[in-house]
Antibody, heavy 121, light 108 residues
Framework: QVQLMQSGAEVKKPGASVKVSCMASGYIFSNYAISWVRQAPGQGLEWVGWISGSNGNARYAERFQGRVTMTTDTSTSTVYLELRSLRSDDTAVYYC??????????????WGQGTLVIVSS | EVVMTQSPATLSVSPGERATLSCRASQSVSTNLAWYQQRPGQAPRLLIYGASTRATGIPARFSGSGSGTEFTLTISSLQSEDLAVYYCQQYNNWPPYTFGQGTRLAIK
């Protein structure tokens, strides 16, 4: 079955960087993009960015530009999210999610289990 | 950026009764609108896409309607397992994908 398996929880100090992974299985990795969505404690869902599974092209939400990098490793069907210069308000659960189809206008139908990132001194 | 606004913030409904949740977009998103259910401690789950199509495995008591800027999610007969936060999301104009702030559904 189609699955997205994320790496474990992280605790980081302000100013540090974090790299979260998302391993895909059960489908052809290059056929679909992956998005990252985060959720601060008790808050709603916020889209962080998108990366193509076929060519590694990425698009980021404006508020994360300059601090975020998404990459892929096609040999292991894994997507990475790196967030730098961490602040306390980056504390959140980070989800990777896959669209329902490879068409550009598609909702997210597969979600990873989430990775908790805590930023605290 | 398309701003999504959901109402009410919290809704309390008795088991077996109907729940109606609303979502408004700041500009037209056609029918490129999805609803997600997020139970406590879980990842979001796709309920409705294309404004009115149920995702695979979603019970028939969930229905969606609307187009353009006004959308509705209806749960026809509330069950205890429907306790969750519900989010709408537009995928018509991206980046960025945008979500509403959520409606918390409580069981009376």
């Amino acid at each position: 079955q189609v699955q997205l398996m994320q790496s474990g929880a992280e605790v980081k100090k302000p100013g540090a960087s974090v790299k979260v992974s998302c391993m895909a299985s059960g489908y052809i990795f290059s056929n679909y993009a992956i998005s990252w969505v985060r959720q601060a404690p008790g808050q709603g869902l916020e889209w962080v960015g998108w990366i193509s599974g076929s060519n590694g092209n990425a698009r980021y939400a404006e508020r994360f530009q300059g601090r975020v990098t998404m990459t892929t490793d096609t040999s292991t069907s894994t997507v990475y999210l790196e967030l730098r210069s961490l602040r306390s308000d980056d504390t959140a659960v980070y989800y990777c999610t896959r669209p329902a189809s490879y068409y550009p206008l598609s909702p997210f139908d597969i979600w990873g289990q989430g990775t908790l990132v805590i930023v605290s001194s | 950026e398309v701003v999504m606004t959901q109402s009410p913030a919290t809704l309390s409904v008795s088991p077996g009764e109907r729940a109606t949740l609303s979502c408004r977009a700041s500009q037209s998103v056609s029918t490129n609108l999805a609803w997600y259910q997020q139970r406590p401690g879980q990842a979001p789950r796709l309920l409705i896409y294309g404004a009115s199509t149920r995702a695979t495995g979603i019970p028939a008591r969930f229905s969606g309607s609307g187009s353009g800027t006004e959308f509705t999610l209806t749960i026809s007969s509330l069950q205890s397992e429907d306790l969750a936060v519900y989010y709408c999301q537009q995928y018509n104009n991206w980046p960025p994908y945008t979500f509403g702030q959520g409606t918390r559904l409580a069981i009376k």
